[in-house]
Nanobody, 126 residues
Framework: VQLQASGGGLVQTGGSLRLSCVGS????????IGWFRQAPGKEREGVSC?????????WYADSVRGRFTISRDNAEKTVYLQMNNLEPEDTAVYFC???????????????????WGQGTLVTVSS
C-alpha cells in the first residue's frame, strides 16, 4: 500500500496540528496504521497506532498520551493524528506506516510495518 502523509507545519508551543495518512488501496481498512517520528540526531520512535477496521485498539507513547489522538476514516482511506498542546520536543519528521498482519491489534515497533509514507515535518517553536 502507498501512503501519503501530510499536515505538518510550524506551530508555537501549545498549538495544534492534525496529520493525515491517506492510503492507496481499496482494502485500507484491513491495515493497522502506525505513526512514527524521527527528530534530528535521534532514532525513529513510535508515537501511536490504531488497529484495522473499526480501530478498537490503539496505543500511544507515554510522551504523547493525553495530548495526541489517533483515529481512522476508512471511507476516506485516512488515518488522522490530532496533536494538541504541542511541545518543542515534538519537533520531528512524522511518518505513517501500514501493517497488514496485526489483526485486531497494532504494534509500537516499526519492525511490524511493511509500507511507509514519505514523512511530514512538524516544527514546534518555543
Amino acid at each position: 500500500v502507498q501512503l501519503q502523509a501530510s499536515g505538518g507545519g510550524l506551530v508555537q508551543t501549545g498549538g495544534s496540528l492534525r496529520l493525515s495518512c491517506v492510503g492507496s488501496v481499496s482494502n485500507f481498512d484491513y491495515y493497522a496504521i502506525g505513526w512514527f517520528r524521527q527528530a534530528p540526531g535521534k532514532e525513529r520512535e513510535g508515537v501511536s497506532c490504531i488497529s484495522e477496521r473499526s480501530g478498537d485498539n490503539s496505543w500511544y507513547a507515554d510522551s504523547v498520551r493525553g495530548r495526541f489522538t489517533i483515529s481512522r476514516d476508512n471511507a476516506e482511506k485516512t488515518v488522522y493524528l490530532q496533536m494538541n498542546n504541542l511541545e518543542p520536543e515534538d519537533t520531528a519528521v512524522y511518518f505513517c506506516a501500514a501493517d497488514p498482519t496485526a489483526g485486531q491489534y497494532c504494534y509500537s515497533s516499526d519492525y511490524s510495518y511493511n509500507d511507509w509514507g514519505q514523512g511530514t515535518l512538524v516544527t514546534v517553536s518555543s
